[in-house]
């Protein structure tokens, strides 16, 4: 399981292998919510026992249409909008977007020194560093802790990404 933290809730995310991924937070009321991401782009909106937070009291499938129109009702930008769509209408792209750990092996290297494109068919296409986001980064460009990589490509090619960026 991994935690994200930033300028919002620390985010916990558990792979399902085989299903997809979960990812849920604690909001500033004390309830936990989370979201089921499935490998099919189907999503479970999952809203936990307040007494008992690890038992999930409600599941709410959403589509790929209903996350998109929750998710425009929640405030997220366009962009996320259609990319969302676009990785639906494009059979095999997939679009991940990968947190910068101080441990990682790529903190402080340009994308240049990894050469993802070449080795993974993986495409770094967007930055999100603080709350600045940097569209299509130049090869020089320098990835710092913090940051968050959105990468566009194939799921084998995003997971050899990961290896290779992570450094393990």
Known sequence: MAVYSGAMADIQESPLPGVGVRRDF?????????????????????????????????????????????????????????VS????????????WMPVKERWRCAGHTIRDYGLRTETGVSIVAVLREEQTIPAPVPDFRMKAGDTLVVVGTAEGVKEALTLLRGS
């Open 26 to 82: 604690l909001t500033k009321a004390g309830e936990r919510i989370g979201v089921l991401a499935h490998q099919t782009g189907e999503r479970d909106l999952l809203i936990y026992d307040r007494d008992s937070p690890e038992n999930c009291r409600e599941i709410r499938r959403l589509d790929p249409s209903d996350s998109r129109a929750l998710a425009g009702l929640l405030g997220a930008p366009v962009s996320g909008d259609a």
């Open 85 to 96: 769509r676009l990785q639906h209408e494009v059979e095999g792209l997939v679009v991940d």
